[in-house]
C-alpha cells in the first residue's frame, strides 16, 4: 500500500486555431461584449480538421512525459477524462496507448463531462495507492467544438478544445501529514436527477450520431455555485485545512462569475486564482490540467503548495481535489 499520489509531470496543448469573440460575431448573432460580460471568454482554440482528442491527448501527454523525465514505457496506466472521444470505441486512452507505442498496463476512458479530469484523478489515486497501478498518466482531452450546435449563440460561444496531461507516482516512502505532497483528498459527487440541464441530444443508442450539446445555462449555473461552494468546504474539512491555507485555486474553467462566486465563498485573494478562461473558453475535462500547466510553466505554483482544484459539469457531475504540490 502506497501513502500517497504524487504528482511528478504536467503538460499540455492547444491547437494552433484561435477564434476570437469578434471572429465568431461574424457568424454567430452576438458580441464580444454580451460574451466578454457574462462569461469572461475572449478567444478560444479549436482543433483543425482531422485533428482529433487522442492528437491533443498525445501532445499533453509527451510535455507531461518530458516534464517528468520520463518515457512512455515507465507507465503502467493511461487514464483519459473525455467527452468528446474519437470514436464510440476503443477508448481514446487505449488509441493514445498505442500512439505512445506501449503495450502493456491498463488505459480506460472516465466519462464525466467537465469533471472528467477529477474523477480521473480520483480514480488513478485509488489505484495508485492501492497498488493497482505504480505509474499513470491522467489526461484531459477535448474537442468540444465537434459537439456544438454552432447555430446555437447561447451554447457554441462558450467552449473551446485542449488538452492538459499529469504523471503520477505511487510513493511508499510519503508521510500522511498534509505537508507531505501529493493528493491529499479526491472527492467526487453525481446527481443523474440533473441530466436534463446539460447533455448531448445524441448516441449510438438513441440518434446512432454524436449529436449536439444542450444546456439550461441558468439552471446549471445556479447548481454550479452551489455545488462548487459545498465541495470545496468538503474538501477543505477532510484535510482539517481553512481557506487561508490555499495557495492556488485551480478551478474548472467555465463562466469567471462561477469562479468568483467560489472565491467569494472562500475569502481567496482574487491573486490566488489560475484563471484561463478568457484564453482558452471551457475546455471541459481538459481545462483544470491546462489551467495547472500554466501556472507551473510560468512559475506560479511551485513545490510544497496548497492547489485546490474543483469542477462541475453535465451529469450532473462535479468534484474537487486537494493537491500538496
Ligand atoms: N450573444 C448574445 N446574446 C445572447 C447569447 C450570445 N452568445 N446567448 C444568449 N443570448 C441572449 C439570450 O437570447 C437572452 O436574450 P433575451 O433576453 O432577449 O431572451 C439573453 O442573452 C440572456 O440570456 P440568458 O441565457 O438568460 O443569459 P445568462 O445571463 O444566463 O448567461 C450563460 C448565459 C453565460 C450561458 C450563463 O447562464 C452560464 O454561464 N451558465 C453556466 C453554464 C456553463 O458554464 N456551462 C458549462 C458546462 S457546466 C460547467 O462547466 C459549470
Request: glycine share 10%; with cysteine.
Amino acid at each position: 500500500m502506497s501513502l500517497r499520489t504524487r504528482f511528478i509531470g504536467c503538460g499540455s496543448y492547444l491547437p494552433e486555431n484561435i477564434v476570437t469573440n469578434q471572429e465568431l460575431a461574424k457568424s454567430v448573432d452576438t458580441s464580444d461584449e454580451w460574451i466578454t460580460a457574462r462569461t469572461g471568454i475572449k478567444r478560444r482554440h479549436i482543433a483543425a480538421e482531422g485533428e482529433y482528442t487522442s492528437d491533443l491527448a498525445r501532445q499533453a501527454a509527451v510535455a507531461a512525459l518530458d516534464s517528468a523525465g520520463l518515457k512512455p514505457n515507465d507507465l503502467d496506466l493511461i487514464i483519459v477524462g473525455t467527452t468528446t472521444p474519437d470514436e464510440v470505441f476503443p477508448a481514446t486512452a487505449v488509441t493514445l496507448q498505442g500512439q505512445l507505442g506501449l503495450t502493456g498496463g491498463a488505459a480506460f476512458d472516465i466519462q464525466a463531462v467537465c469533471s472528467g479530469f477529477i474523477y480521473g484523478l480520483s480514480v488513478a489515486d485509488s489505484m495508485l495507492r492501492g497498488g493497482t497501478a505504480k505509474t499513470a498518466l491522467v489526461v484531459g482531452a477535448e474537442t468540444m467544438s465537434r459537439i456544438l450546435d454552432w447555430e446555437d449563440r447561447s451554447t457554441c460561444v462558450l467552449f473551446g478544445d485542449g488538452a492538459g496531461a499529469v504523471i503520477l507516482r505511487a510513493d511508499n516512502g510519503a508521510d500522511e501529514s498534509n505537508e507531505a505532497p501529493g493528493i491529499l483528498s479526491t472527492h467526487i459527487h453525481s446527481d443523474g436527477n440533473l441530466r436534463d440541464l446539460l447533455y448531448c441530444a445524441g448516441g449510438p443508442s438513441t440518434t446512432g450520431n454524436a449529436g449536439v450539446l444542450k444546456m439550461m445555462g441558468k439552471d446549471v449555473y445556479k447548481h454550479a455555485v452551489t455545488n462548487l461552494a459545498n465541495v470545496v468546504v468538503e474538501a477543505l474539512e477532510a484535510n482539517q485545512l481553512n481557506p487561508e491555507d490555499i495557495d492556488w485555486l485551480v478551478p474548472h474553467q467555465a463562466n469567471r462569475r462561477i469562479i468568483d462566486s467560489t472565491v467569494k465563498k472562500l475569502g481567496l485573494a482574487e491573486d490566488k486564482v489560475v484563471m484561463t478562461i478568457a484564453d482558452h473558453a471551457n475546455t471541459s475535462a481538459a481545462s483544470i490540467p491546462l489551467a495547472l500547466d500554466v501556472a507551473i510553466t510560468d512559475g506560479r505554483i511551485k513545490n510544497g503548495d496548497l492547489i485546490l482544484m474543483e469542477a462541475m459539469g453535465g451529469g450532473l457531475t462535479w468534484g474537487a481535489a486537494m493537491v500538496r504540490w
